[in-house]
């Protein structure tokens, strides 16, 4: 005898209409743009974070070479004749006045440059004496930093600072 014969056991095809596949595309295309949005908020962040150091190290710098220009004994030696000191003097970070600034260089990107005007005695005092000159005399120091020379280049970032010592003559 014969075995009788089993129905077979092969799946029927079904008509699919893909939508699993649709769903899928829909869903890696949303993916795909929150991805690309935050990466472009992630590069916007770190340009604005390396703008915000590069500031504070040439503040740091300008500030330096304020301190270094603030030595009453190379004031005396190292100022600048100005015509006018009634007024409010522009920097003079200019290619005009290279040989006039004194030029810092540092081991890092970092340029510093640095100036004195003297201002005189600025009026009467106690302690000073018209006849000789002796007593405060007050002296305005600017100190510039940048990624280059300031006084070879107007238009790249730079730090002016401006600061007014007296010294005792």
Request: hydrophobic content about 45%.
């Amino acid at each position: 005898m014969s075995a009788p014969l089993s129905p077979r056991l092969t799946p029927v095809p079904r008509k699919q209409a893909g939508v699993t596949l649709i769903i899928a595309i829909v869903f890696l295309l949303v993916i795909t743009v929150l991805g690309i949005s935050s990466m472009r908020g992630v590069s916007l962040e770190s340009r604005i974070t390396a703008n915000l150091k590069q500031q504070k190290a040439l503040i740091g710098a300008a500030e330096a070479g304020l301190r270094i220009g603030e030595n009453c004994d190379t004031l005396k030696e190292l100022a600048l004749p100005v015509a006018d000191t009634n007024i409010d003097t522009p920097p003079l970070f200019t290619a005009a006045n290279a040989a006039k600034v004194a030029t810092l260089t540092t081991e890092y990107a970092t340029k510093i440059q640095w100036y004195a005007i003297p201002l005189g005695p600025l009026g009467p005092s106690i302690g000073n004496n018209a006849a000789t000159g002796e007593g405060l005399h007050y002296f305005e120091i600017n100190a510039c930093a940048s990624t280059v020379l300031c006084t070879s280049d107007t238009t790249t970032r730079r730090i002016i600072l401006r600061s007014v010592l007296a010294c005792s003559k």
